[in-house]
């Protein structure tokens, strides 16, 4: 199955930047495993040449969204693949730093626009990934956008707003938020609407950017901005796919020799720590890339894969854990809720 995993990630990363990818998974049955790289409704690869989904063309097309569906009773899991979250930030001041600090604890790429050197600095030492100090429509220029950016203008003035909310209007978003009052904000978007600019686009910008919540001082202007774009993000019911360390881990020819066995949250209820689709690398010795949750709920899951690994019954299978009720409270999962990982030699 090795063979067949590079061949998925070699796949993946061909069809990276194009808006509608999914990986379907078979999760029961005579075909369980069985997979298939879906692009913009046409399957693209296959792990089983004129397998399962070949057979199934028709319910494929009929896949928008991630989570369990079923072709004739069968259950299969559809993994919606978004690419890396990014966070383009305009202006690197006091507001600026919290956003980027929290947008690095949510493994974002945070790249900061700023063309004050001092300011630049202090974006660097948030943590930034990324940091081009000049005009703001030069670097502006450098910036490409996706479906998977998110565009935040916090500058120091309404004229470096315009300049950037000009410049983003035109490319591919997933998010525009700009700071200011509604009056400094409106008169930006007249503006850039007199001259020319997509008016359904300058409508669509948050203003003022934010979730409403009372926010005051910068760091609470900050989590109310990544609040809102989580809230943005989360709506279009993407899955986690697979992250740039798996993919490593996956492609790796000596890092990780072992047999691995991969656990993919397929369904989630309550407060389970982890989203649909989040998955973990789990090699025979114990040694994991990535975490479905952690605590007991994946120790248990990490348990049952190495001894899958060590060969005592490779059948891929759904491990079900509940952590609700006083059993799991006792053994510390305090998050709640249910989820079912489907654990699959890879």
Known sequence: MGCMIMELMEAIQESEGRAERMVLTVLEGEAVSEKALVVDGEIVWESRKDGYFRRHEADVKNVTESGIVTFDSVRIFCDTLGQEKRIVICGAGHVSIPVIKIAVMMDCEVIVLEDRPMYADHARQAGASQVICEPFDEALDKIEGSADTYFVILTRGHRYDQICLEKIAQKEHAYIGMIGSRRRTALVKQSLAEKGIDK???????????????????????????????????????????????????????????????????????????????????????????????????????????????????????????????????????????????????
Not at 208 to 229: S, W, Y
Not at 302 to 315: H, K, Y
Not at 322 to 330: I, K, P, R
């Open 200 to 346: 359904a686009v300058l409508d669509a910008v948050y203003t003022p950017i934010g979730l409403d919540i009372g926010a005051q001082t910068p760091a609470e202007i900050g989590v109310a901005i990544i609040a809102e774009i989580i809230e943005v993000k989360n709506k279009k019911k993407r899955t986690y796919g697979y992250s740039k360390e798996i993919m490593r881990a996956l492609t790796a020819q000596d890092a990780y020799p072992q047999k691995k066995i991969m656990a993919t949250i397929v369904t989630r209820h309550g407060s389970a720590p982890q989203g649909l689709g989040t998955k973990m690398l789990i090699c025979q010795d114990g040694q994991c890339v990535g975490t479905i949750g952690g605590g007991c709920m994946e120790a248990r899951v990490i348990q049952i894969a190495r001894l899958m690994a060590a060969g005592e019954n490779e059948q891929p299978r759904i491990c079900h854990v509940d952590m609700t009720g006083n059993e799991a409270e006792d053994e510390g999962m305090v998050c709640g809720g249910e989820v079912d990982v489907f654990l699959e030699v890879v």
